[in-house]
């Protein structure tokens, strides 16, 4: 079971600006653990999006951004395209269980 | 361009052993830390373990009693058992890089996974 909770799903216009929470706890997040955030399209595997909690990696847009505070981390997508329908999830190390976790899973719909 | 291929048999029969190999390209297995990711039907992703070149490994508490992870420099492959399977183990596997720090672990490669059912 996923130990980083994320909301099941977001919406948003075109456009517009929408934001997935994902919320830890002192064992991961809070402990200082870095976030990452992964887009998954549609029958497609994982791709980084987010590393170090607010990193890039070459090619992805600056429209997506990440934070992280306390026990928490964000992900942003702003100007909201139909290509950003997907999945997006967030993962962390969690040193109570000494391995990788990752969050619930957030669907984001363009409207 | 590391790139990572999945193989291994689509179908398990219940109480088998579940046995996938991730063949890496473009990048050398003797760096980094290797991955095993499932994901079930319409569910979210679940870490298995890692390897290491040295044949190190580290696992999902929930899945360590019945899972195997090991690595073959020579043929620049790493490998996934299973045990005793049941359907609920029936999910995409991925496999990943991992780039490791003393504060996180990023899976920056994947594999575009396989699909492995577990029926009789």
């Known amino acids: 079971q996923s130990v980083l909770t994320q909301p099941p799903s977001v919406s948003g216009a075109p456009g517009q600006r929408v934001t997935i929470p994902c919320t830890g706890s002192?064992?991961?997040?809070?402990?200082?653990?870095?976030v990452q955030w992964y887009q998954q399209l549609p029958g497609t595997a994982p791709q980084l999006l987010i590393y170090?909690?607010?990193n890039r990696p070459s090619g992805v847009p600056d429209r997506f951004s990440g934070s992280k505070s306390d026990t928490s981390a964000s992900l942003a997508i702003t100007g909201l395209q139909a290509e950003d329908e997907a999945d997006y999830y967030c993962q962390s190390y969690d040193g109570r269980l000494s391995g990788s976790v990752f969050g619930t899973g957030t669907k984001v719909t363009v409207l | 361009q590391v790139q990572l291929q999945e193989s291994g048999p689509g179908l398990v029969k219940p109480s088998e052993t579940l046995s996938l190999t991730c063949t890496v390209s473009g990048g050398s297995v003797s760096a980094y830390y290797w991955s095993w990711i499932r994901q079930p039907p319409g569910r979210g992703l679940e870490w298995i373990g890692y390897?290491?070149?040295?044949?190190?490994?580290n696992y999902n508490p929930s899945l360590k009693s019945r899972v195997t992870l090991s690595i073959d420099t020579s043929k620049n492959q790493f490998s996934l058992k299973m045990s005793s399977v049941t359907a609920a183990d029936t999910a995409v596997y991925y496999c990943?890089?991992?780039?490791?720090?003393?504060?996180?672990?990023?899976?920056?490669?994947w594999g575009q996974g396989t699909l492995v059912t577990v029926s009789s």
């Open positions: 390897v290491y070149y040295t044949g190190g490994a």
């Open positions: 990943a890089r991992v780039k490791a720090s003393p504060i996180g672990e990023t899976f920056d490669y």
């Open positions: 170090d909690n607010t």
């Open positions: 002192s064992s991961n997040i809070g402990a200082g653990y870095d």
